[in-house]
């Protein structure tokens, strides 16, 4: 089992910046690929962002690609999103995912385990 508790979410203005963490506690963190995906009300889940356990390969939605930043420090078992120029389209629940696999994947239902989420609400 891996539990994951992300934290980090707010409020902020349009074009401002906020950073997400995701604390992975159970079993051995860097075996995981992880994912960050979004929900907004009324909307299905979406991918915004995946890493590779080893860290050295990351994917992004085109919607926040070149805005945001996943990364990952094993020693810590935390992964981060760096979220920078949001736009209020960016309002949504944010959700830690892991995926059991070396490789990661932009599909909700191929992770295996996910965090409750955190609040990010960008106001215009």
């Known amino acids: 089992q891996v539990q994951l508790v992300e934290s980090g979410g707010g409020l902020v203005q349009a074009g401002g910046s906020l950073r997400l963490s995701c604390v992975a506690s159970?079993?051995?963190?860097?075996?995981?690929?992880m994912g960050w995906f979004r929900q907004a009300p009324g909307k299905e889940r979406e991918f915004v962002a995946s890493i590779r356990w080893s860290g050295g390969n990351t994917y992004y939605a085109d919607s926040v690609k070149g805005r945001f930043t996943i990364s990952r420090d094993n020693a810590k078992n935390t992964v981060y999103l760096q979220m920078n120029s949001l736009k209020p389209e960016d309002t949504a629940v944010y959700y830690c995912?892991?995926?059991?696999?070396?490789?990661?994947?932009?599909?909700?239902?191929?992770?295996?385990?996910w965090g409750r989420g955190t609040q990010v609400t960008v106001s215009s």
């Open positions: 995912a892991a995926r059991g696999s070396y490789g990661s994947s932009p599909y909700p239902g191929e992770y295996d385990y």
């Open positions: 159970g079993r051995t963190f860097g075996s995981y690929a």
